[in-house]
């Protein structure tokens, strides 16, 4: 719940609870004299507030409605008044967990052009969804995710195979994609990477959680520290680990070895194996690290077939893991700190570097509602933190619950 302070600036956040319309009214009131630019109220009723900044192309917006007593306000959505685009360079780190490399608020420039070596991957879960709004066939779906799963050449030609032979057109439009973005055979092996979708980018989105809509130095700053507590944090679960490997790669290494149990050996040297799986049969050299998949020179993990080999030889699975997944190479990753700053008002003087005036940037309004959430495909359904409302509508009339007073076939009594 809201309350006054008369020492500190007024802060509007989403959430924030207020006891009446009244008193939402009267800060809203003095936030704009605080602030220093003018509002219109698009709405201004008992039931809603929505108001915008009356400066042309300004983002500044806010929603206040009732909870359910139907006398305490909430801001609803809130949106700051400066724009940009939050652009951020991330990896993972030997927890297949989301690792921060830099940030910073800037234009919409492409990163081909910046960094050019990149090698871009489009996500397969958007590509699915396009792909099932012309061709709804649950079987192509299907095959498409076989396809783009596959890290050996031969076995996504023949789930291709198979999509064309279904539907012509269903084919043209996959075929027209570029490989390297979307199938994982194509991957780049020192990456050690085997992702096909973006939901470590949507999750690290998530957790910034509101800050996009602060000012920038406040944006920045705050990141900052959630990045600095984010990083000490990981570095004590560092120390805490009894495993020679991550967590998240034992659990990977467990799944994998109870599929290997589906797989049939055939040994052919003491390190040389044939592993058959299906109709499908595969070479796998343990010393070599040589496996007829693909999927240890792309992910870095043994495969089945592998795992297969290495259980019937009384090994540990870990043990054939490239380093990058291990306890110490966790710890080097967070081993480095991001530095404390000092309180503002402590920093000395830097006018050379801190102009007199500083000159608020040139905006421009979207045509539009300004959208707070991101655009859900038509396949994915409603999420699950927050379900759909609904409600039922009940005649005052008689009673009925099929029609409301003003539809009432009934005559009144």
């Known amino acids: 719940m ?78 700051g008044p400066f724009g940009g685009v939050f652009l951020t360079a991330a990896t993972l780190d030997a927890n297949n967990s989301i690792f921060p490399i830099a940030f910073a608020v800037g234009l919409n420039i492409a990163y081909e052009e910046i960094v050019p070596v990149a090698s871009g991957r489009h996500c397969c879960r958007h590509i699915c969804s396009n792909f099932k709004a012309q061709f709804s066939d649950i079987l192509l779906s299907n095959l498409f995710w076989r396809a783009t799963k596959s890290f050996d050449v031969t076995g996504h030609n023949e789930t291709m195979a198979s999509i064309k032979e279904l539907n012509i057109e269903a084919w043209k439009y996959l075929d027209k994609i570029s490989k390297t973005t979307w199938c994982r055979y194509t991957f780049n092996t020192r990456l050690k990477c085997d992702h096909i979708t973006n939901n470590c980018t949507e999750s690290f989105n998530a957790w910034i959680g509101e800050l996009r809509g602060k000012p920038i130095l406040t944006l920045v700053d705050r990141l900052r520290k959630k990045f600095m507590k984010k990083m000490h944090k990981r570095y004590q679960k560092g120390y805490m680990l009894t495993t020679a490997i991550t967590p998240k790669m034992v659990d990977k290494l467990q799944r994998i070895g109870q599929v290997s149990r589906q797989c049939e050996l055939t040994m052919a040297f003491d390190d040389v194996f044939e592993v058959g799986d299906m109709n499908r049969f595969y070479i796998v050299n343990l010393p070599a690290k040589s496996y007829d998949c693909g999927a240890f020179q792309i992910s870095g993990l043994p495969c089945k077939y592998a795992a297969l080999e290495i259980i019937y030889k009384r090994q540990k699975l870990e043990s054939y893991c490239e380093h990058w997944f291990s306890r110490d190479m966790y710890l080097k990753t967070y081993a480095s700190m991001i530095h404390p700053i000092p309180d503002e008002k402590m920093w000395s003087p830097m006018p050379h570097v801190t102009p007199a005036i500083v000159l608020a940037p040139l905006l421009r309004r979207a045509p539009g509602r300004p959208k707070m959430k991101r655009r859900r495909e038509h396949d994915e359904g409603q999420s699950t933190s927050q379900p759909k409302r609904w409600s039922r509508f009940k005649c005052g009339n008689c009673d009925s619950f099929s029609h409301n007073k003003r539809s009432c076939q009934v005559a009144p009594v």
């Open 2 to 79: 809201w309350t006054y302070n008369p020492k500190a600036d007024i802060v509007f956040k989403k959430g924030l609870l207020f006891t009446n319309i009244d008193a939402f009214r009267a800060v809203l009131k003095d936030y704009v004299i605080q602030k220093g630019f003018p509002i219109m109220r698009l709405k201004n009723e008992k039931s809603k507030v929505i108001a915008i900044c009356g400066v042309e192309g300004c983002k500044w917006r806010i929603h206040a409605s009732p909870v359910a007593d139907s006398i305490t306000f909430m801001i609803k959505t809130y949106q």
